[in-house]
């Protein structure tokens, strides 16, 4: 019997996981200010899907032409430490998504970006992507053959 003390010690794990999701979150979204940020995680429907992100309206302005400055302010209205939801410009599309830290799946820091780094980072991207879409096949494929699966989908740190 586990008694007061399981209960409790259950508890505390409870509020540290919090406690570090909360962590993660303010670090991302200090960090993706001024860099970009590849992370990978499930989208609510329960896809996979990798994003290329940034909140530097420098970078923002090269890759995409474009003032999206007060539509990230108006998703910082709602995405916040409580939801755990970080606000950034997805390069790739030009526009303004989120992602929950509680669905990451990985992340990869890539820096400041600038003139030199810009075709590297979208390089890297699209193989992160690759391979993210080849562990969802190879795990899919698995599921319906009936084969165990574990470990197919890696964090990309």
């Avoid at 960090?31 to 909140?55: L, N």
Wanted: aromatic share 8%; glycine share 8%; hydrophobic share 40%.
């Amino acid at each position: 019997m586990l008694g007061i003390g399981g209960i409790l010690f259950c508890k505390v794990r409870v509020e540290l996981i919090m406690d570090e999701k909360i962590k993660l979150y303010y670090e991302l979204k200090d960090a993706v200010e001024k860099q970009t940020i590849i992370v990978s995680f499930k989208k609510k429907d329960g896809d996979m899907r990798v994003m290329i992100g940034t909140r530097n309206m420098d970078t923002v302005n090269k890759v995409c032409g474009k003032d999206l400055l007060r539509m990230l302010y108006g998703f910082d209205k709602r995405a916040n430490a409580e939801n755990r939801n970080i606000p950034v410009v997805d390069l790739a599309i030009g526009e303004v998504r989120t992602f929950s830290i509680d669905r990451m799946q990985g992340y990869q820091l890539l820096g400041e970006l600038n003139d030199q780094t810009i075709p590297l980072a979208f390089e890297h991207y699209g193989k992160v992507t690759n391979f993210v879409q080849e562990q969802v096949e190879k795990l899919k494929s698995a599921q319906s053959s009936g084969e165990v699966a574990d470990g197919l989908i890696s964090k990309v740190k």
